[in-house]
Nanobody, 122 residues
Framework: VQLQASGGGLVQAGGSLRLSCAASGRTFSRYNMGWFRQAPGKEREFVGVISWSGGTTYYADSVKGRFTISRDNAKNTVYLQMNSLKPEDTAVYYC????????????????WGQGTLVTVSS
């Protein structure tokens, strides 16, 4: 499976970005999809996850109410809408294909995209 993340860039604090993650190589609609991020000098952390149907989402407390995950199974694409961005949201954002569990833990994700850089200026 291949995952291609895109949509990163430079944005001012308070602004918005939408990341996309296009998947190929497997039946996308059968799998949960997660977003993680890694800030400079820090470990990668969970951002959010969406179930295979799109009916369930779960977010890290740090982004709850500001970020929204959605998916279009017809396009094999998952999205991360990021609003009210803060400088501390600066990171490389990764999408990942999950197993049957809606998990915050990296171990439950089998395939990872290459990441897209989001930089939020103050």
């Amino acid at each position: 499976v291949q995952l291609q993340a895109s949509g990163g860039g430079l944005v001012q604090a308070g602004g918005s970005l939408r990341l996309s993650c296009a998947a190929s190589g497997r039946t996308f609609s059968r799998y949960n999809m997660g977003w993680f991020r890694q800030a400079p000098g820090k470990e990668r952390e969970f951002v959010g996850v969406i179930s295979w149907s799109g009916g369930t989402t779960y977010y890290a407390d740090s982004v709850k109410g500001r970020f929204t995950i959605s998916r279009d199974n017809a396009k094999n694409t998952v999205y991360l809408q990021m609003n009210s961005l803060k400088p501390e949201d600066t990171a490389v954002y990764y999408c990942a294909v999950g197993s049957g569990v809606l998990s915050t833990q990296e171990a439950w994700y089998d395939y990872w995209g290459q990441g897209t850089l989001v930089t939020v200026s103050s």
